[in-house]
């Protein structure tokens, strides 16, 4: 395309003055709200598997069976991996 075509398609118009800004509030909010729709046993597959990728926690049998049992109630409240492992 010429430079005459690229600066009839993209223009400064759309950018306003303030600088963005990465929301962590917003993306905890969609995270919890990921979490809360999430089915249980996707939901505990998928924090096993962040537990194993961080490499800190390890999750016995029992410590399993504890959080499959009590993710219900984890969901309503945790927005991010880390704090349903807690």
């Given amino acids: 395309f010429t430079d005459a075509q690229a600066q009839e398609w993209f223009d400064l118009k759309g950018i306003g003055k303030s600088p963005a800004r990465f929301d ?42 504890r959080l499959q049992a009590a993710m219900p109630q984890l969901k309503e409240r945790a927005k991010t991996y880390p704090e349903l492992l807690e």
């Fill in 24 to 65: 962590f509030k917003k993306l905890e909010n969609i995270c919890g709200q990921h979490i809360a729709i999430t089915d249980d046993a996707a939901l505990l597959h998928d924090v096993t598997a962040f537990a194993v990728a961080q490499d800190k926690v390890t999750l016995s049998d029992v410590k399993l069976s």
